[in-house]
């Protein structure tokens, strides 16, 4: 908001007509902030639940990365004892 000195000391004056809104006004930007607020919310439910897949998604895949070096640990021990 900007505002103006006028003449005399300690009044100022608003440049814009939005200092004095109208109920319709002010309920248009509710409404416009409520459904920002809704998208938001839907927004976020979404990434949670992508967040949520991809820790377990995390997890099975350090898994599978824990019973491959665990296999290979196994073949090389192998290898190691046939071939002294």
Known sequence: ????EIESKNKIQSLDDESNPTYDKLNDAFKSLYDEFKNL?????????????????KENME?????IIDD????VNSRVKTNP
């Open 1 to 4: 908001m900007w505002f103006m």
């Open 63 to 67: 898994k599978k990365a824990c019973i």
């Open 72 to 75: 290979s640990i196994k073949w």
């Open 41 to 57: 919310g839907s927004k976020y439910s979404l990434l949670k639940k992508n967040h949520v897949w991809l820790l377990i998604e």
